[in-house]
Nanobody
Framework: QVQLVESGGGLVEAGESLRLSCVAS????????MGWYRQAPGKQRELVAV???????NYGDSVKGRFTISRDNAKNTVYLQMNSLEAEDTAVYYC????????????????WGQGTQVTVSS
């Protein structure tokens, strides 16, 4: 089993910044892609950003140029630097990781964190 624990959410004003962190722990051989998703009230969960094990990145259109995803493989941690926050960024942010637990198998499993609330006041 793998646990993902997010931190760094909170209440900020529009234009300010926040940095989210997500640490993975448990039975981990290798973490493939790691990412951040968000879900606002009454809306579907959407991609914010994803980073592969090779550090290629992909962003949702609404956050391009404002958010930056990065990872520290030695710490099994993924970060999301969020700048120029807008009221529309208000949501619960979820960490996601695709994890290989067995060095003798290429199978992987997807895990989710419990979410951290980000609220941006306008």
């Amino acid at each position: 089993q793998v646990q993902l624990v997010e931190s760094g959410g909170g209440l900020v004003e529009a234009g300010e910044s926040l940095r989210l962190s997500c640490v993975a722990s448990g039975i981990i051989f290798r973490i493939n892609a790691m990412g951040w998703y968000r879900q606002a009230p009454g809306k579907q969960r959407e991609l914010v950003a994803v980073i592969t094990s090779g550090t290629s990145t992909n962003y949702g259109d609404s956050v391009k140029g404002r958010f930056t995803i990065s990872r520290d493989n030695a710490k099994n941690t993924v970060y999301l630097q969020m700048n120029s926050l807008e009221a529309e960024d208000t949501a619960v942010y979820y960490c996601n990781a695709d994890v290989r637990g067995n060095p003798f198998s290429s199978r992987s499993r997807e895990y989710w964190g419990q979410g951290t609330q980000v609220t941006v006041s306008s």
